[in-house]
């Protein structure tokens, strides 16, 4: 009985020599508890989430080095004579500077209700 308290106090303080038997079996359920606990405990950890900026701008890289800026519509004014353009052009200059829009589209939801505008942009 004593040698197996030893054996086990040997594993707990560590005391083995680096190359024994009983080196490599404590190392062996170590590496058993790191990739074979995960599947059996919830640790419940996961990754942080990405929230998009307050105004609702996605930038997104596109083609040739540019940018394509993703706007939702409930930050855009869509009343009779607003210039969408223009208010495009307000939220995105604060992002990156004096641009000029090349395109504008929008994306729409299956009832036809505009969800966001895709900007395509040239730097000045």
């Known amino acids: 009985m004593g040698v197996i ?13 680096r ?25 419940k950890d996961k990754p942080v989430e990405r929230n998009p900026h ?3 701008v996605v930038v997104i890289p596109g083609e040739k080095g540019g940018f394509i ?3 939702q519509a409930s930050a855009v004014n869509t009343t009779e004579g607003a210039d969408v353009r223009r208010q495009l052009e307000r ?18 939801d299956v009832s036809g209700r505009t969800l966001s505008y895709k900007v395509w942009v040239e730097k000045e």
């Not at 500077?97 to 929008?106: E, N």
């Open 54 to 56: 307050l105004t609702g």
């Open 69 to 71: 800026y993703q706007i």
């Open 5 to 17: 308290w030893r054996t086990i106090r040997g594993y707990i303080l560590w005391s083995y020599e």
């Open 19 to 43: 190359g024994s038997l009983h080196y490599d079996i404590m190392v062996t359920l170590i590496l058993l508890f790191v990739f074979v606990s995960p599947r059996f405990i919830n640790f």
């Open 91 to 108: 939220i995105i200059e604060p992002i990156s500077g004096a641009v000029s829009i090349t395109r504008v589209d929008t994306l729409k």
